[in-house]
């Protein structure tokens, strides 16, 4: 889940993981284009909050691509 959302400036992903992995976060716009890519690493087996703060995006819908090693999910954004 993500909390707050909508948000201003951070936001948390709270997930929960098989396994001890990366997970890397991927934004974009309604368009398709990607905005951002980051990775978060050092994330254990068993659940996990997140934080996440983009670099400077206007105020808009975006869609935030989340990839595990086992899945891979996409979560929409509103930024204030």
């Known amino acids: 889940s993500?909390?707050?959302n909508p948000f201003?400036?951070?936001i948390n992903l709270s997930i929960?993981?098989?396994?001890?992995?990366?997970?890397i976060l991927e934004?974009?716009?309604?368009q398709g284009k990607q905005?951002?890519?980051?990775?978060?690493?050092g994330l254990i087996q068993g659940n996990n909050v997140i934080n996440y703060q983009?670099?400077?995006?206007?105020?808009?819908?975006?869609?935030?691509?989340?990839i595990t090693n086992d899945e891979v999910f996409?979560?929409?954004l509103v930024k204030n």
Request: hydrophobic share 35%; glycine share 2%; no cysteine.
């Open 2 to 4: 993500l909390f707050p």
């Open 8 to 10: 201003d400036s951070d």
């Open 16 to 23: 929960h993981l098989s396994k001890s992995t990366t997970v």
């Open 27 to 30: 934004l974009y716009d309604l």
């Open 35 to 41: 905005i951002e890519n980051t990775q978060k690493t």
């Open 54 to 66: 983009p670099n400077v995006i206007s105020q808009g819908v975006y869609l935030l691509r989340i």
């Open 74 to 76: 996409v979560r929409r």
